[in-house]
T-cell receptor, first 116, second 112 residues
């Protein structure tokens, strides 16, 4: 079945450490996204990519980095510059690359990141 | 600027009674609107979407939503709640460039 796979499901970060969250999709979608979810808040966009080798900052990109070397993969690195990384991270993808696309996004099951 | 407001952070219903989750939006454009459901420690699943076709949109699991332009609302309803409906629900606006604007979420509790 097609879908989005995020790994690991749980991740722990030590002080000063960078960690990378994996996101893979086999839906043949052009666009991919990373969101952060904190309790009692909606999702906030970290980064998004509409095409391979291109990505854009979202609303809360500071302390995070991404790459998009393959259509299927969009890994997120949480750097040591992110001082409050504890959150639930969700990856999503969608078919639309066009401006004002109305295509829904498909989500993975998330990675929960905590600080040791 | 576009925005989405979910009017209730928590809703509690008894099993078998109707569900109403309220959502208002603010936009200068004709919106695309979605409802997603999230179960604990899971990703979001699309329930239904409105994209300027019929104003009454039917989704999965018996949910439906009505787009009312005059009221700038997109409320989610279900005639009869089931225990498995207990989850968090997000009203979402498509802000263009594939960017979504999420409401803060409504947590639905269903009691026996």
């Amino acid at each position: 079945d097609g879908g989005i796979t995020q790994s690991p499901k749980y991740l722990f970060r030590k002080e000063g450490q960078n960690v990378t969250l994996s996101c893979e999709q086999n839906l043949n979608h052009d666009a991919m996204y990373w969101y952060r979810q904190d309790p009692g808040q909606g999702l906030r966009l970290i980064y998004y990519s509409q095409i391979v080798n291109d990505f854009q900052k979202g609303d809360i990109a500071e302390g995070y980095s991404v790459s998009r070397e393959k259509k299927e993969s969009f890994p997120l690195t949480v750097t040591s510059a992110q001082k409050n990384p504890t959150a639930f991270y969700l990856c999503a993808s969608s078919t639309g690359r066009e401006v004002y696309s109305n295509q829904p996004q498909h989500f993975g099951d998330g990675t929960r990141l905590s600080i040791l | 600027a576009q925005s989405v407001t979910q009017l209730d952070s928590h809703v509690s219903v008894s099993e078998g009674t109707p569900v109403l989750l309220r959502c208002n939006y603010s936009s200068s454009y004709s919106p695309s609107l979605f409802w997603y459901v999230q179960h604990p420690n899971k990703g979001l699943q699309l329930l239904l979407k409105y994209t300027s076709a019929a104003t009454l949109v039917k989704g999965i699991n018996g949910f439906e939503a009505e787009f009312k332009k005059s009221e700038t609302s997109f409320h989610l309803t279900k005639p009869s709640a089931h225990m498995s409906d207990a989850a968090e629900y997000f009203c979402v606006y498509s802000g263009g460039y594939n960017k979504l604007i999420f409401g803060a979420g409504t947590r639905l509790a269903v009691h026996p």
